[in-house]
C-alpha cells in the first residue's frame, strides 16, 4: 500500500471515529433530555447507507461528504410542527437544555482525548530520552551553560520524562518569556541547576527551539537514504533507500544532522557522496538542488529521508508506561496541559503574534495519521487525543455556525430572557460561514504550500 493510500485510510478511520463521537454527544444529550432526535448522520449530503429504528423513528446515515457530521432534532424553525410535537421541538427547550446538547460534543471530544491517553500510558508511551545536543553559540542555551550529553530531568519544577514532553513544557513556558529554572543530570550523575532565559524567545513553536538553542543528542551513527522524493536530486541520481552514506566532499558525517548540514552548505553544487551499499564502498556524484530559507538566504536540497540504524538509538529510547489507577490522574492532567496550551496558541496566532502558516487542514491531518499509523498503535491512538481535543477547541470558538457561536446565542438568550431577532442571527451567520470558509481556505493554501516544499 503507498504512502497515499495509508494517510487516506488512517484519515479516513480517524475522521470517522472523532466524528461519530462528537456527535454522539449531541445524540445522546438531547435524548436525554427531552428532544427529539430526527437524523444521526457521518458525513453531510446524499446518504451512501443507512437504516430508520423501528422503535424510534431515528434515521442513521453514513453521508457522502465525510468531513464532519451532524444530528438533525426537531426544529419549528426547519419545518412545520405539530402542536402535540411541539414540547419535543429543539427550539422551544430551555435554554440551559440547549447548552447542555451542543457543548456535549466538544465535551465527550474532551473524555475521549482523557481515556485515550490512559490507554496509551497504559499500554506504554515510546519516546526519545531528553538528551541535549552541543548548543549553538551565542543563543540562550549556550549562555545558560547548557552541554552536550546533558538530559533534563526537571522544567520549571514539572518533571520531564522524554523529548516530546520537553518540548510542551518548553513551548508552554517560551509564551510566558521569562526566564526558567531547567534541571539537567550530566553523564556522570551530577545535577546541575540552569537558569534559561526565554524573555526573548518566539511565541511561533517552529522557531522556538532552534532560537534557544536546544537540539536533540544524535548519538554518532552512519546516516542512511530513506524514502527518495520523486523529481528530486537524489531521484536523478543512483542513490538506493538503504545506502550508508560516509562523507560528503571528503568530510565525514557520522549522524543524520551531519549529513543534513553538509548538505544545506552546498546549495545548487555538484559534490562527491562517498557511500556504502551491499558492503562495498562507491562515490556518487550528485548535484544538489537549491531552496530559499525565511531569511532569504539559500541551502541544498537532496530530496530523501535520511535514516539510522535503528540499534544506534536504542541508547536514546525510553518507556513512560503507569499502572491502571495511576494513569488516569496522568491522562486528565495531559488533556489539561494540552488544551490549555492550544488554547493559548491559538490566541497568540489570532492577535497574531504566531503565523498564520503553522494552521493545518486535511492534507496535513491525512499526513500525520498515515505517519503515526505506521509507528504504531500507540501513536495513532495518541495523535487521535491530540486531534479531539482541538476539534473540540475548535467547535468551542464564538463563531455562529460552530458550537461556540451556539453556545453564544443561547447564553444570550437566557441572560435577556428571549432570543436575538432572527435578522441578528441570520447577520451572524452569514459572519460565521464566512469566517469558517476562510479559516477553510487557509488551512487548504498552507497544505498546498506544505506539498510544494
Known amino acids: 500500500m503507498t504512502q ?70 426537531l426544529d419549528e424553525r426547519e419545518a ?50 531528553p538528551i541535549l545536543g552541543t548548543p549553538e553559540v551565542g543563543t540562550p542555551a549556550a549562555r545558560a551553560g547548557f552541554h552536550a550529553k ?32 531547567v534541571t539537567v543530570k550530566t553523564p ?31 548519538p554518532p551513527a552512519t546516516p542512511r537514504i530513506g524514502q527518495i522524493e520523486p523529481g528530486s536530486p537524489a531521484s536523478r541520481s543512483t542513490l538506493a533507500r538503504g545506502d550508508a552514506v560516509l562523507s560528503v566532499d571528503g568530510q565525514p558525517v557520522d549522524s543524520p544532522q551531519a549529513l543534513v548540514d553538509a548538505v544545506r552548505a552546498h546549495p545548487g553544487q555538484r559534490v562527491n557522496m562517498k557511500i556504502r551499499r551491499d558492503g562495498r564502498t562507491q562515490e556518487i556524484h550528485i548535484r544538489l538542488a537549491q531552496r530559499k530559507t525565511a531569511k532569504g538566504g539559500q541551502i541544498g536540497h537532496l530530496g530523501a529521508a535520511i535514516t539510522v540504524d535503528p540499534a544506534a538509538w536504542q541508547s536514546m529510547q525510553t518507556v513512560h508506561r ?12 495531559k488533556t489539561w496541559e494540552l488544551s490549555a496550551l492550544s ?21 496535513q491531518i491525512a499526513t500525520y495519521a498515515g505517519q503515526t499509523a505506521q509507528i504504531g498503535l500507540v501513536a495513532f491512538i495518541s495523535f487521535l487525543a491530540f486531534i479531539s481535543v482541538n476539534l473540540a477547541l475548535i467547535n468551542l470558538l464564538p463563531i455562529p455556525v460552530l458550537d ?36 477553510m481556505a487557509l488551512a487548504f493554501y498552507n497544505d498546498i504550500l506544505r506539498l510544494l516544499g
Open 4 to 73: 497515499g493510500l495509508i494517510s487516506a485510510a488512517a484519515f479516513a478511520v480517524a475522521i470517522g471515529i472523532l466524528v461519530s463521537i462528537h456527535e454522539f454527544g449531541h445524540y445522546w444529550v438531547a435524548r436525554r433530555l427531552g428532544v427529539r432526535v430526527l437524523r444521526y448522520s457521518i458525513g453531510f449530503g446524499r446518504k451512501i447507507v443507512g437504516w430508520t429504528s423501528r422503535k424510534t423513528g431515528i434515521e442513521y446515515w453514513l453521508a457522502a461528504i465525510p468531513l464532519g457530521g451532524y444530528v438533525k432534532m
Open 80 to 129: 412545520p410542527v405539530a402542536d402535540a410535537e411541539k414540547r419535543y421541538a429543539f427550539n422551544r427547550v430551555h435554554p440551559w437544555r440547549r447548552i447542555a446538547i451542543v457543548a456535549a460534543g466538544p465535551g465527550v471530544n474532551i473524555l475521549f482525548a482523557i481515556a485515550a491517553y490512559w490507554l496509551v500510558l497504559l499500554l506504554g508511551v515510546p519516546g526519545v530520552k
Open 150 to 181: 546533558d538530559r533534563v530531568v526537571a522544567l520549571a519544577g514539572q518533571s520531564i520524562d522524554d523529548w516530546q514532553g520537553l518540548r510542551l513544557a518548553l513551548i508552554e513556558r517560551g509564551l510566558d518569556g521569562k526566564p526558567v529554572q
Open 188 to 218: 556522570e550523575g551530577t545535577t546541575r541547576r540552569l537558569t534559561l532565559d526565554l524573555t526573548h524567545a518566539p511565541s511561533d513553536p517552529e522557531k522556538l527551539f532552534k532560537q534557544v538553542g536546544l537540539t536533540l543528542y544524535q
Open 322 to 333: 503507569l499502572g491502571p489507577l495511576a494513569a488516569i490522574p496522568a491522562a486528565v492532567h
Open 343 to 363: 488554547v493559548r496558541l491559538i490566541g497568540r496566532m489570532i492577535m497574531g503574534q504566531i503565523s498564520w502558516h503553522n494552521v493545518g487542514g486535511p492534507i
Open 404 to 439: 461556540g457561536g451556539h453556545l453564544l446565542y443561547y447564553a444570550i438568550e437566557w441572560i435577556r430572557g428571549r432570543p436575538l431577532s432572527e435578522a441578528v442571527q441570520a447577520a451572524g451567520q452569514q459572519a460565521g460561514m464566512v469566517a469558517l470558509l476562510m479559516l
